[in-house]
T-cell receptor
């Protein structure tokens, strides 16, 4: 089976812009979770989608949103980008208790 | 305030050594604890622990959870240079299923 894929791998944006990141889970996995990783804050949970519904949400402002499609692919959107949004954004798909991460999208906000 | 604390923050050992990494937590409505290994890429899932006292084992790695004392340990025996990585632990809570990560332990295994 192919692993979790994320696109794009790298992205540079300026403050105030918005960005959409994409994640394709492992075939058959219905749960997709998103995380933000920064040197200062470490790895932080954003939200989880299951069967097109947001099931869990971390402690991030409303500028961070997401959705999941019927084929389980998920997108994450960040609006009104701030410098502090520069990070590695990871998505993970899971089935049962095991979780598999994608390679991440490195977002730089200038 | 809910928190997950890992120790030590960094560790340098030689091949063949055995290491023990610690993860303590103070969270409400604890549900489960997870261990990950992160090299120069995305984290790799290692273990999920929900019940106290039951050791999970995978090759040279093993982990156990103590829900009374609120901590978990990750053991690596006969370490190899390929074990060099940051090891992360995370706790999931029942109330909101939020996943809270520790800062990680950076393990360096020297030949």
């Amino acid at each position: 089976k192919a692993g979790v894929t994320q696109t794009p791998r790298y992205l540079i944006k300026t403050r105030g812009q918005q960005v959409t990141l994409s994640c394709s889970p492992i075939s058959g996995h219905r749960s997709v979770s998103w995380y933000q990783q920064t040197p200062g804050q470490g790895l932080q949970f954003l939200f989880e989608y299951f069967s097109e519904t947001q099931r869990n949400k971390g402690n991030f402002p409303g500028r961070f949103s997401g959705r999941q499609f019927s084929n389980s692919r998920s997108e994450m959107n960040v609006s009104t980008l701030e410098l502090g949004d520069s990070a590695l954004y990871l998505c993970a798909s899971s089935q049962d208790s095991a979780q598999y991460f994608g390679p991440g999208t490195r977002l730089t906000v200038l | 305030e809910d928190k997950v604390v890992q120790s030590p923050l960094s560790l340098v050992v030689h091949e063949g050594d055995t290491v023990t990494l610690n993860c303590s937590y103070e969270v409400t409505n604890f549900r489960s604890l997870l261990w990950y290994k992160q090299e120069k890429k995305a984290p790799t899932f290692l273990f999920m622990l929900t019940s106290s006292g039951i050791e999970k084992k995978s090759g040279r790695l093993s982990s156990i959870l103590d829900k009374k004392e609120l901590f978990s340990i990750l053991n690596i025996t006969a370490t190899q240079t390929g074990d060099s990585a940051v090891y992360l632990c995370a706790v999931i809570q029942y109330n909101n299923n939020d996943m809270r990560f520790g800062a990680g332990t950076r393990l360096t295994v020297k030949p």
